[in-house]
């Protein structure tokens, strides 16, 4: 143990500068995006800074990384330390230590900064806390780390990581193309983040035991094949049948036969009948009357996925798991073309299977819209020029209705409210910056002291239901294209 805290004081000294720079660029970055955050006065110059903020904290991540790993580079055989009674374990130690403390902590305290400068508490979303320095560690800086460990200066550094990412970038584009509507399984995430984090930090524990540098870059190209097969495989169901059924596993049918799927014969209603969704890929839209039924009335669904399987003239076709758009009395999808001109013109048998999440109110929160009140996800909302912009940290990504009543002829609260309609937010993941910001589209604006009610819904329940249609003919049902 002592020998890491020597060579971690000795990197820190050696690197002071770089570690000024990196915590400077940081801090200007927190002082620049509060004030592009909206329900403040826009900015374009602003805005430019924090673009090139952005490009310099990501660049001085890598240089700052690298030249830790190469004060004492594992690559070839003429360093100092070799000289030095340097055990291989205590030297990764240091390198990690390093990495963390004057990498990943001064990141993680400008996302506190930022949050408490939003007006909200930075370890009230624990689990969301987690999740986001979790995610930073293993991109960037275990990719980052084990790149170093294979070069010896920061220029080959940059070459390496030029060609993964042109290469990563390349292949999953190709892997992907055409595929936009497949589902990706809920597991995901999870396991791959596990799976290569794991392999990951294999290579680094071996580079740093042996210093076989070619074996070590031979295993990052096997690692980031393999990551790539499992991308095509499991994130757009690549791997066909197998991968479909381990998605179908996660789904269970209700026992009680509540919610279920309804097809009513006959024509898709007129207001429903949109314009394709997708054509450019080789890819249309079809949208079924199928009413989904039997939920309670307080319920949602989330994420709905179908898939289906053709059968006609003694072909069979089954498709893989595919986003599903759902209304009060239709069922979209998009299918093939290929598949859907050969099944078009004659009668065909349907099984469909549907999945979704239902998720069912957690949280009441009524208040008063001000210049700045409480808002759902432990955040808060602004009101600026009758507009609510709402605030949560982290990204949450939880579904959240919000009613609001408002004066439809102006602000002086003798006009009988109105109701300004609905909107649901779905906040995502920010990117370096740890405040999401979603601004709500009423069909009135709001005053100030008039009402709002937020409801966030949580408590997710998978489900899977089956529909059997014994006859169809798809080509009534094709959107307008």
């Not at 200066?153 to 190709?174: C, D, E, K, P, S």
């Not at 949560?392 to 004066?407: D, F, M, P």
Request: aromatic residues 10%.
């Amino acid at each position: 143990m002592t020998q890491v805290v020597l060579i971690f004081w000795k990197d820190a000294r050696c690197l002071w500068r770089h570690v000024g720079v990196y915590v400077l660029l940081l801090a200007a970055y927190t002082w620049a995006v509060p004030q592009t955050w909206p329900g403040n006065t826009p900015n374009s110059f602003l805005g430019l800074f924090v673009t090139v903020l952005k490009i310099l904290i990501m660049a001085s991540n890598f240089v700052l990384i690298t030249s830790a790993l190469h004060q004492d580079r594992l690559v070839g055989e003429t360093q100092f330390w070799l000289t030095r009674p340097y055990d291989w374990r205590s030297l990764l130690g240091a390198k990690l230590l390093f990495v963390l403390v004057c990498v990943g902590l001064p990141y993680v305290l400008m996302n506190w900064a930022l949050v408490l400068a939003a007006g909200m508490n930075p370890l009230a979303p624990k689990v969301d806390v987690a999740a986001r320095c979790l995610s930073y560690v293993l991109v960037p800086l275990l990719p980052l780390t084990v790149i170093a460990a294979v070069t010896d200066n920061l220029a080959r550094a940059f070459t390496l990581m030029a060609v993964v990412l042109v290469t990563w970038a390349g292949l999953l584009q190709f892997a992907f193309s055409g595929q936009d509507a497949r589902m990706s399984p809920p597991f995901e995430s999870p396991v791959l983040g596990t799976l290569f984090g794991t392999l990951l930090l294999a290579i680094l524990c071996y580079q740093f035991a042996t210093r076989r540098t070619t074996h070590s870059r031979i295993a990052i190209a096997a690692t980031l094949a393999l990551f790539l097969l499992a991308i095509f495989g499991f994130d757009r169901q690549g791997f066909g049948a197998p991968v479909r059924a381990l998605i179908r596993h996660h789904y269970d049918v209700p026992a009680s036969g509540s919610p279920r799927l309804t097809f009513s014969p006959g024509p898709v209603p007129y207001d429903e009948r949109s314009e394709d969704l997708e054509l450019r890929r080789g890819l249309l839209e079809v949208k079924l009357p199928i009413r989904l039924e039997g939920l309670p009335s307080d319920a949602k669904i989330r994420h709905p996925n179908v898939a289906v399987t053709l059968v006609a003239n003694g072909a069979h076709v089954a498709l893989p798991w595919v986003n599903a758009s759902v209304t009060e009395n239709v069922v979209g999808f998009t299918l093939p073309k290929a598949v859907f001109d050969r099944f078009s013109g004659s009668g065909t048998s349907l099984h469909l299977e549907f999945i979704a999440d239902e998720i069912r109110p957690t949280t009441t929160q009524q208040v008063i819209a001000a210049n700045r009140f409480p808002g759902p996800l432990h955040g808060n909302c602004i009101l600026s020029t009758g507009k609510v912009t709402c605030r949560s940290a982290y990204g949450a990504a939880r579904q959240i209705h919000v009613e609001v009543l408002t004066h439809p002829a102006a602000c002086d609260g003798k006009s009988p409210a109105i109701s300004a309609g609905s909107w649901h937010l779905d906040i995502p993941a920010g990117g370096l910056d740890p405040v999401a910001n979603e601004t709500l589209v009423l069909q009135r604006p709001v005053c100030a002291g008039e009402p709002l009610t937020f409801t966030e819904y949580g408590s997710s329940q998978p489900f899977r239901l089956i529909l059997d249609i014994p006859e169809i003919r798809l080509r009534d049902y094709r959107t307008p294209g």
